[in-house]
């Protein structure tokens, strides 16, 4: 079993930045590709990022590219999305996720954190 707990949402004004952490424990970290999803309210949980095992590959979806960077730490068994220009319709609840394969926009993940809320204000 693997468990993912996600920090740093909050509230930022737009063009602001936010980083979100993910800790995660259970299994062993460094098997996992992990990644990003948010759902903003209405609307379908939708990817954001991901990396694989090694800390590698980071691939990004074309809303968020150039604006968001996404790593890991594997010694401290985390990975971590930093959010800069932030606008309001990036308004969401952040959700870890960890795959034992590798984590992508059209499939489901083998695990999900709780989530973390992120508002941008305008």
């Known amino acids: 079993q693997v468990q993912l707990v996600e920090s740093g949402g909050g509230l930022v004004q737009a063009g602001g930045s936010l980083r979100l952490s993910c800790a995660a424990s259970?299994?062993?970290?460094?098997?996992?590709?992990m990644g990003w999803f948010r759902q903003a309210p209405g609307k379908e949980r939708e990817f954001v990022a991901s990396?694989?095992?090694?800390?590698?590959?980071?691939y990004y979806s074309e809303s968020v590219k150039g604006r968001f960077t996404i790593s890991r730490d594997v010694a401290k068994n985390t990975v971590s999305l930093q959010m800069n220009s932030l606008k309001p319709e990036e308004t969401a609840v952040y959700f870890c996720?960890?795959?034992?394969?590798?984590?992508?926009?059209?499939?489901?993940?083998?695990?999900w954190g709780q989530g973390t809320q992120v508002t941008v204000s305008s």
């Open positions: 996720a960890a795959d034992w394969v590798r984590v992508v926009p059209t499939a489901t993940p083998d695990y």
């Open positions: 259970g299994r062993t970290f460094s098997s996992f590709a």
């Open positions: 990396i694989d095992w090694s800390g590698g590959a980071p």
